[in-house]
């Protein structure tokens, strides 16, 4: 079967799927770690998320980064906007952190649903371009 795919990286303005990614409103997972903004001149980190059906059961999320590595082993030392882990939102409630590439969601309940996968700093602060989160979203529609 072939992937759900969204290619996101950092351009949010007109795309209706990020409105599931939580905003700085003072109640959202960004406000309470609060931002990391890539600075002008600076490699501007890039994420796309593939999800695949397990061929068992669940889901298998492949997340592809640029200009960006995921550092478990310096999650909460010095944030750096070039490396850090993502933050996986389910219909835009946060729903656990990733470490590495590959994500393994064993079940989602019958619907549509829309995965956002955000890039975090070491720190856990959002990483930010040009005001928006740097994320993917892609839609899953689980049948009944």
Known sequence: ????????GHDHST??????MPHSDGH??????????ISDGQPVPQVVVAVYPDPVAGWNLHIMTENWEFAPDAVNASSLTTE??????????KITRIYSEWHYLPSLPPGEHTLT?????????????????????VKVIVPE
């Open 1 to 8: 079967t072939a992937p759900a795919i969204a290619d996101m």
């Open 15 to 20: 795309d209706p799927a990020t409105e599931a």
């Open 28 to 37: 959202g997972e960004h406000s309470h770690h609060g931002m990391l903004a």
């Open 84 to 93: 850090g882990h993502a933050h996986l939102y389910l219909n835009g409630e």
């Open 117 to 137: 996968v955000g890039l975090n700093a070491n720190g856990h602060e959002t990483l930010m371009y040009d005001g928006e989160a740097i994320a993917a979203s």
